[in-house]
């Protein structure tokens, strides 16, 4: 299989150098590929995945190897983050907390908490939204999760995924950059709305930090 793209982004580079990983270990290299992308988010899974399915189009492999591979770079990859979340561990995000302005070590006990509570459905679903699909690995591994039953929802929710963009590459051929321009728009909308979380977390303790500064100046000016 040659290289498909030719307009010189790093996009295309990135979908030509999936290609030639796939075309000198066939299917595995489509595994490592995805396995990459769990480590480094900025790689979309959008452009490795269509072109996994584009192979098993040309003969290269089947489509059955295409999802089993690449499920398995997924699982691979969510699990070395995993590991690195289970040695950050509660103990010391909770002191990194303390040092960080803005933060408190009581927002870990309240993301712990929470995770405790819908953490399987938080990986399950996560695997499908871009960029939190790689860091919902995280914590799980600091709340500890089953190992296996974080591997099994990774993989249910990593093989629904891969299963639409190998399928888009699959069936629509030389035209998988089509399903691409949609998963890039859900791509925006995930950044914005994380952007814009970020803004009001920062607002409302800054605010809170110069409520909590003025109460105690009035203090120190009252009578005793």
């Known amino acids: 299989m040659t290289a498909v793209t030719t307009d010189g982004s790093w996009l295309s580079a990135l979908a030509d150098w999936a290609v ?27 452009v490795i995945l269509p072109m996994a399915g584009l192979a098993a189009s040309r003969g290269s492999f089947s489509l059955a190897e295409a999802l089993v591979w ?38 870990i006990d309240r993301t712990v908490a929470w995770f405790e509570r819908h953490g ?55 035209s998988w950059h089509l399903v691409e321009r949609y998963a890039e728009i859900l791509q925006y909308v995930v950044i914005a709305v994380a952007a814009g979380a970020a803004v009001w977390f920062i607002a409302v303790r800054v605010r809170a930090l110069l409520a909590n500064r003025g109460s105690r100046g009035r203090s120190t000016l009252e009578p005793d």
């Not at 990983?21 to 979309?44: K, R, S």
């Open 20 to 46: 030639s990983l796939m075309d000198v270990i066939g299917p595995a290299g489509a595994g490592i590929a995805i396995a990459m992308e769990n480590l480094f988010p900025p790689l979309p899974s959008e």
């Open 70 to 107: 690449t499920t398995a770079g997924s699982v691979v990859g969510a699990l070395l983050l995993y590991g690195l979340g289970a040695w950050l561990g509660v103990v010391r995000l909770r002191a990194i907390a303390a040092k960080v302005p803005l933060l408190h070590p009581e927002d």
């Open 120 to 174: 399987g459905k938080a990986v399950f679903f996560g695997r499908m939204i871009p960029i939190f699909r790689s860091l919902i690995s995280i914590p799980a591994g600091i709340t500890r999760m089953p190992v296996w039953r974080f591997a099994l929802l990774t993989a249910a929710g990593s093989l629904l995924w891969n299963a639409i963009f190998v399928g888009s590459g699959f069936f629509l051929g030389e």
